[in-house]
């Protein structure tokens, strides 16, 4: 069973940087898309990143030019890379990974940004 296991969470000033990893495990086959998303208290889950298996990125405008999504396939793991942290990007994250019709979502990690 094909399971997704984020970490990296944590209190972290404005202006301050936090990489977030999502480690696949439970079967050997790899994702066509492994993606980050976060919903805030009273907000909808959005898609703040991800990354194609061939490496293709996508990137939320709110975070463009400060998170950067990247993939370790020997690791299965999945980065982001957080910089210039803002109180708005506080959030509860989430990974999920996409192969063919299926999709699998972790249990997340939270986020808190202080100003």
């Known amino acids: 069973q094909v399971q997704l296991v984020e970490s990296g969470g944590g209190l972290v000033q404005f202006g301050g940087s936090l990489r977030l990893s999502c480690l696949v495990s439970g079967n050997i086959f790899t994702m066509d898309v492994v993606g980050w998303y976060r919903q805030a208290p009273g907000k909808q889950r959005e898609l703040v990143a991800d990354i194609s298996q061939s490496g293709d990125t996508i990137y939320a405008d709110s975070v463009k030019g400060r998170f950067t999504i990247s993939s370790d396939n020997a690791k299965n793991t999945v980065y982001l890379q957080m910089n210039s942290l803002k109180p708005e990007d506080t959030a509860k994250y989430y990974c999920?990974?996409?192969?063919?019709?299926?999709?699998?979502w972790g249990q997340g990690t939270q986020v808190t940004v202080s100003s």
């Open positions: 999920k990974g996409n192969y063919r019709q299926y999709e699998y």
